[in-house]
């Protein structure tokens, strides 16, 4: 007879769904010991999912769940109309890709993600071709959540593309804040300075950094003593990877700037901005 502790690094190498079709129901030991697995949750093709449902959901053990990744606004909606996010009390990764997703039917969680203390990776997506006011202000309650409310302390990777068009560039909901969450890994879809400048303090720990949409400022009257201090004061001084999308008004002066903010800078993207496409300019600028 294997140990359980043997059995547990077995059952590691499976996926849920091929450890319960191949061991679940061979004896009460082995049920024990599948019920205490760490559990990885990975649904890329809908049977799969559909298997999961309906074998194991019902019997799985809610807090073994470590990972959670759900493809589509079908499961997102089917899973948790069953449980809850902060049922899940240790997930540590979870990403949610909301395809097909219908403003009909509103999927609003993000007041229990305080709940997830042991949070390390959230990964949001959604795919509308055009506009939707409600995932703008899904991404606003997310960002609320997290660096206004501290949310998610052992958070280290944030993703949250909203999808549409990039007609609003802000983030409305962020509030200055002095908070230092130890976020090392950001992704948004759109941003402006201003934001930045909101999260100057929680911003400390960042390593890598993408904006697929980027604008120094969404209001003229953008407060003069805060871009000042910013160039004095690196927004991201640990930062070794930047990728910008900047919008085409953007000079090699805005670019300056925005380098002064990452000192360590080691690897930086531009993307399709052929105005900034000049070899000698970019000599001087790195030199």
């Not at 008004?249 to 700037?257: A, C, L, R, T």
């Not at 531009?270 to 970019?282: E, T, V």
Request: proline letters at 4%; charged letters at 20%; aromatic letters at 16%.
């Amino acid at each position: 007879m294997f140990s359980v502790e043997l059995w547990q690094e077995i059952f590691d190498y499976f996926h849920l769904n091929d450890l319960w079709y191949s061991f679940h129901g061979l004896n009460q030991h082995i049920n024990a010991i599948i019920d205490r697995t760490i559990v990885h949750l990975n649904f890329e093709q809908q049977d799969s999912y559909d298997y999961f449902v309906d074998n194991i959901l019902p019997s799985i053990n809610i807090t073994n769940i470590r990972s959670l990744k759900l493809q589509n606004a079908f499961e997102i909606h089917d899973f948790f109309s069953i449980y809850s996010l902060e049922s899940l009390q240790q997930i540590q990764f979870l990403s949610l890709n909301f395809r097909y997703y219908d403003d009909n039917t509103p999927f609003q969680f993000w007041n229990q993600l305080s709940s997830l203390k042991y949070l390390q990776s959230l990964k949001i997506i959604h795919h509308q071709r055009y506009w939707s006011d409600s995932n703008y202000e899904e991404k606003n309650l997310i960002f609320y959540s997290i660096f206004s409310e501290n949310c998610c302390p052992s958070l280290k990777s944030l993703s949250v593309r909203t999808g549409g068009l990039c007609c609003r560039s802000s983030i409305p909901s962020l509030i200055p804040t002095s908070a230092t969450p130890h976020i090392e890994y950001l992704s948004i879809d759109v941003s402006t300075f201003e934001d930045l400048s909101k999260l100057f303090f929680a911003l400390q720990h960042l390593k890598s950094f993408h904006i697929n949409f980027f604008q120094l400022y969404s209001d003229q009257n953008y407060d003069k003593q805060w871009k000042d201090m910013m160039v004095l004061t690196p927004i991201m001084p640990n930062c070794i990877r930047l990728h910008l999308n900047l919008p085409p008004h953007m000079s090699f002066k805005h670019v300056k700037y925005l380098l002064r903010q990452t000192p360590d800078l080691q690897y930086f993207i531009l993307s399709r901005q052929k105005h900034l496409l000049k070899a000698r300019r970019w000599e001087k600028l790195l030199l």
